[in-house]
């Protein structure tokens, strides 16, 4: 048994507080969250687990060995510092943290310490997401020319971040996944509509190495509720509909050069949908973390790769902040663990 906290039992937190409740190799022992509504809430779902308005109260159990961050962005270097200075695995929930520095801190502080760092970048543990860097890898969609994504809704409308810190970590989080690192730039323009200080709307590109492209669209103030991702390839393109009923959809749609010099021939294949697993990437992603503290592995998602993200998100805050402006993104080695 791996004895688990919780930090932050809002509207995530809830979720995580099921999952973890829900796994057979955890105990989940203490959630602590700065709001005593809410605590009444957990200690009527879960009356064996312990609740605290202090995070002392979980980082002085010695059988704990480990905390889930689900409490406000702003408080995840705090909290995540505290709990890997008591000597426990954290996982923070994305973004990281609001400083890449802090990130970076948090990383170097968890080798010190020999504890699990991983950062909570869901959809890089949803099965779709993963079978589509298989097929990346394996060269079944070709070269990667570009990709894009949506993630639309009406509603969560954060007065805390914005929608490019809020919404667009699990977008650039799988961009650099899927194009194998870091960008070379960013470009975000955005569009503060309820909040003059708060961005509700963000169009933002990424270029990658090579020239290549990823495009977002995040907003908390759509019509549409759409979270879509199309990754298109020179043999190949994918298509990840996390809202629809054709969830993962692969075409054989493109162009080929055969025919002459400066001849196109478009190929107008087929469409499939393809079965996958129905897993929850949260269970997954759980189970990872609880993998990585008992046989001390390092995590997908680790320091490193969310500290990445929270790189990208702040020069592409600097981006929004100077209306559009595409800012270079220094190189930095970010060297990516492979998948599990
Ligand atoms: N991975 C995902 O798909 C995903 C989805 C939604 C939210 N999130 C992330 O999860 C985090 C929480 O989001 P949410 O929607 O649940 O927010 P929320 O506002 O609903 O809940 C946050 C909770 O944290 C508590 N809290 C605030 N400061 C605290 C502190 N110092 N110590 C303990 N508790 C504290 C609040 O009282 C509240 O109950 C955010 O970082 C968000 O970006 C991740």
């Not at 950062?119 to 298989?134: A, D, N, Q, S, T």
């Not at 270029?207 to 390839?233: M, N």
């Not at 294949?269 to 996958?276: A, F, K, N, Q």
């Not at 990872?288 to 702040?314: N, W």
């Amino acid at each position: 048994m791996v004895a688990l906290g919780m930090v932050g039992a809002g509207r995530w937190g809830g979720n995580w507080l099921k999952t973890l409740a829900g796994l057979a190799d955890v105990e989940l022992r203490w959630c602590c969250d700065v709001s005593p509504a809410s605590l009444d809430k957990v200690r009527r779902q879960f009356p064996h687990v312990r609740v605290t308005t202090r995070l002392e109260d979980l980082l002085e159990d010695d059988a704990l060995a480990g905390v889930v961050v689900a409490s406000v962005a702003p408080t995840h270097y705090d909290v995540g510092r505290r709990v890997l200075q008591a000597g426990k695995h954290v996982l923070i929930e994305k973004p990281m943290t609001l400083r890449t520095a802090d990130a970076i801190e948090l990383t170097e502080l968890a080798q010190r310490q020999n504890r699990v760092l991983m950062v909570g970048h869901l959809l890089e543990y949803h099965p779709i997401v993963r079978r589509i860097g298989e097929m990346i890898d394996q060269g079944e969609l070709g070269d990667v020319f570009f990709l894009y994504s949506q993630r639309l809704n009406l509603g969560t409308i954060r007065s805390d971040e914005n929608a490019w810190w809020s919404l667009a970590p699990h977008d650039v989080s799988v961009a650099c996944r899927l194009m194998g690192g870091a960008p070379i730039s960013v470009q975000c323009r955005g569009q503060s509509i309820i909040d003059p200080r708060i961005a509700d709307v963000v169009f933002a590109t990424l270029e990658f190495p090579g020239g290549r492209l990823a495009q977002f669209h995040v907003s908390w103030i759509d019509p549409h509720k759409s979270r879509k991702l199309t990754v298109v390839g020179s043999k190949k393109s994918a298509i990840f509909d996390d809202t629809g009923d054709r969830k993962f959809v692969l075409c054989d749609k493109g162009f080929e050069r055969t025919a002459g010099p400066g001849v196109v021939t478009l190929r107008q294949g087929e469409e499939i949908t393809l079965p996958w697993s129905g897993l929850e990437p949260l269970a997954l992603e759980a189970q990872h973390f609880v993998e990585c503290i008992r046989y001390g592995r390092r995590p997908v998602s680790d320091g490193l790769a969310g500290a990445m993200v929270v790189s990208v998100l702040e020069y592409g805050q600097r981006s929004l902040d100077r209306g559009g402006e595409v800012i270079a993104i220094p190189p930095t080695r970010w060297p990516l663990r492979k998948s599990a």
